[in-house]
């Protein structure tokens, strides 16, 4: 099986088609297997992948739309070079072995989420929510293909992030899973603004002509200050959260979308890292500059340039970057009353440090006053 180009790379039925092949042998199992394998009742219909390592498609499941994610790029390595690579099957749903315990494989699990997530006191009861979600046949038991699944699904940051905020309104749904191909609830608007320019355009188009075109198509101001709302609760949701700390390592409008009833939904946890995965990332690290220290796209921490390393503290904090965000979206069509007011909490709220003296109370007080203020102004109107 030989691939040459994207075009050929990003199709579906090669997708299925491995993922079913692993589950006829008995090595996946997951809640979508059946609907996919068998009664073809979860299809592919759309490719959405910006690149060839990155699956992603709009499908159908049960007459549903729904966003299928699936990690197909190391089976095309391992089937385009069987001699050096080793199958697909022996690297991704090598653990648990056989013979597991259960009880070790919880072991397994709460390490493993230790080493992402910090040592929080909650992870005994997000063991218990991974054991049930790998449960397929809801026997009371965990098979070696159900274990497997579920482990390999959790090695993929935006699933860890998934499963970890789970019960914040802000993400996405997930609705189901096979081997490491996972299903998630389609987010009708996946852009701040409503539409996205193609990408064949926006090197040809200068700056002031995407604003134009993004202030064209925005929702009405009071419907863009609801969304600002749910992104600023998420942000404060995500901030000292139940498993920790997260970070927003990529703060783009293209990133945050919202549904139909204009409620904000993050659209790519892939931009999202966990404190223990920047942590990770800077500790020890050489640099001779602050660019030297940043994960991601803007997740910068200082270097020192006596020592020659990086600092652990991430120098803008989530707040500050959506704030950021927010000022020419919210500013727009604000009403005039309450437009010196808004600019002013924003440009506030832009200036906050990272620094952990500052990050809790100060950081509220912005937080809360913000979210008050537009608030008050779309409160007992229809768009509330």
């Known amino acids: 099986m030989h691939y040459s180009s994207y075009s050929e790379l990003c199709r579906g039925h090669v997708c299925r088609m491995i993922i079913c092949d692993q589950y006829k042998k008995g090595i996946i199992s997951g809640s979508t297997c059946k609907d996919l394998c068998e009664e073809r009742s979860l299809l592919f219909q759309h490719c959405l992948s910006s690149s060839p390592t990155q699956q992603v498609y709009r499908g159908l499941w049960r007459e549903r739309e729904v966003i299928i994610k699936c990690g197909i790029e190391e089976a095309l390595k391992a089937d385009n070079h069987p001699d050096s690579v080793p199958r697909r099957d022996v690297v991704l749903f090598d653990k648990p072995t056989r013979g ?109 002509v995407h604003q134009i075109i993004h202030q064209w198509f925005a929702p009405a101001w009071p419907r863009r200050a609801k969304i600002a709302i749910g992104l600023l609760e998420f942000v404060e949701e995500i901030f000292h959260g139940t498993y920790g700390n997260f970070y927003i390592c990529e703060t783009g409008f293209k990133n945050v979308g919202y549904n139909d009833k204009y409620d904000f939904k993050i659209v790519n946890l892939r931009k999202v890292a966990t404190e223990m995965t920047i942590r990770g990332f800077l500790k020890g690290r050489h640099c001779e500059q602050n660019v030297d220290c940043t994960y991601g796209k803007d997740c910068t921490a200082t270097c020192d340039k006596l020592m020659k390393q990086c600092k652990s503290d991430v120098v803008q904090p989530n707040l500050a970057k959506v704030c950021g965000l927010l000022q020419d979206y919210l500013l727009y069509g604000a009403p005039l009353e309450l437009k010196e007011e808004l600019q002013k909490q924003l440009r506030t709220c832009m200036t906050l440090s990272g620094l952990a003296s500052q990050m809790e109370v100060h950081h509220s007080l912005v937080l809360n006053n913000l979210k008050t203020l537009l608030w008050k102004k779309i409160s007992n109107t229809k768009y509330s």
């Open 100 to 208: 597991t315990s259960i009880d070790e494989f919880k072991e397994m699990l709460l390490n493993f989420l230790k080493a992402k997530l910090g040592d929080q006191p909650s992870l005994a009861a997000l063991v218990s929510r991974i054991i049930t979600m790998a449960d397929v046949n809801r026997d009371g038991k965990v098979s070696l293909a159900e274990a497997k699944s579920i482990w390999a699904l959790l090695q993929l940051n935006e699933f860890l992030l998934m499963v970890s905020l789970h019960e914040k309104e802000h993400t996405s749904k997930l609705l189901g899973h096979c081997g490491d191909l996972y299903v998630t609830e389609k987010i009708p608007h996946t852009s701040l603004y409503g539409v996205n320019v193609p990408p064949f355009l926006q090197s040809l188009l200068p700056s002031v």
